[in-house]
């Protein structure tokens, strides 16, 4: 199975930016699927981004659309999440995660998680 560690969160302003990364190991990053959930205290995990085992599609949740770019790297596998023009609502934990199946938007459609990583945002 493969397992996934995020890292870059911190504290970012309003209107800035961060990148988040999630290094994957054990398995091919190419043989799963991506996503990036996050979850802020009190809220329910809410789906952020996927992206396709090779890159080709990409999904976006509206409330990132336009601000937020989901990318990988598969020879290095690690995946990406920039995220610019912060806001406030934005803080929230960050997880990524895999599943082996098929590109979802969905928290229970994926079988892997990382630990998460915490982006606060600063006015």
């Known amino acids: 199975q493969v397992q996934l560690v995020e890292s870059g969160g911190g504290m970012a302003q309003v209107g800035g930016s961060l990148r988040l990364s999630c290094a994957a190991s054990?398995?091919?990053?190419?043989?799963?699927?991506m996503g990036w959930f996050r979850q802020a205290p009190g809220k329910e995990r809410e789906f952020v981004a996927a992206?396709?085992?090779?890159?080709?599609?990409?999904y976006y949740a509206d409330s990132v659309k336009g601000r937020f770019t989901i990318s990988r790297d598969n020879p290095k596998s690690t995946v990406y999440l920039q995220m610019n023009s912060l806001k406030p609502e934005d803080a929230a934990i960050y997880y990524c995660?895999?599943?082996?199946?098929?590109?979802?938007?969905?928290?229970?459609?994926?079988?892997?998680w990382g630990q998460g990583t915490q982006v606060t945002v600063s006015s």
């Open positions: 054990g398995r091919p990053l190419s043989n799963y699927a």
């Open positions: 992206i396709s085992r090779f890159g080709h599609n990409a």
């Open positions: 995660a895999a599943n082996d199946r098929a590109t979802m938007t969905a928290a229970n459609a994926y079988d892997y």
